[in-house]
């Protein structure tokens, strides 16, 4: 009977540890959603903030590849004419 009580205490607490880590995982949500939203906002209002972000993703692109191209220098990058190499791709 004892042993009934202590298995069905543990399934207690381990279903609120369950319940709290998932209360928590919500929160970080809507937090990074809550986040995003902000940042679409901003962006929204100020095209070099827009134009920054889209740099930033095209760094991390960059890590990832073997080869770049940019035809227009500067000017290329600035109106997306980029040619992009999949290293795994053989080119």
Same mark, same amino acid.
């Given at each position: 009977?004892?042993? $009934?009580?202590? /298995?069905?205490?543990? +399934?207690? !607490? +381990?279903? +609120? &540890?369950?319940? $709290?880590?998932?209360?928590? &995982?919500? %929160? /970080? /949500? ?6 995003? @939203?902000?940042?679409?906002? @901003?962006? #929204? ?8 972000? #889209?740099? $930033?993703?095209? #760094?991390? !692109?960059? =890590? %990832?590849? =073997? ?7 500067? $000017?290329?990058? @600035? +109106? ?5 190499? =999949? &290293?795994?791709?053989? &080119?």
């Amino acid at each position: 009977m004892a042993g $009934e009580f202590i /298995e069905i205490l543990n +399934q207690v !607490v +381990q279903a +609120q &540890k369950a319940a $709290e880590a998932n209360l928590i &995982k919500r %929160r /970080e /949500e809507t937090a990074a959603t809550r986040s995003l @939203m902000n940042t679409a906002r @901003m962006m #929204e209002n100020n095209p070099t903030l827009l134009r920054l972000k #889209e740099l $930033e993703a095209l #760094e991390k !692109v960059a =890590d %990832r590849i =073997d080869h770049i191209s940019v035809y227009g220098g500067l $000017e290329g990058v @600035m +109106q997306n004419l980029v040619t992009l190499t =999949d &290293k795994r791709a053989g &080119k």
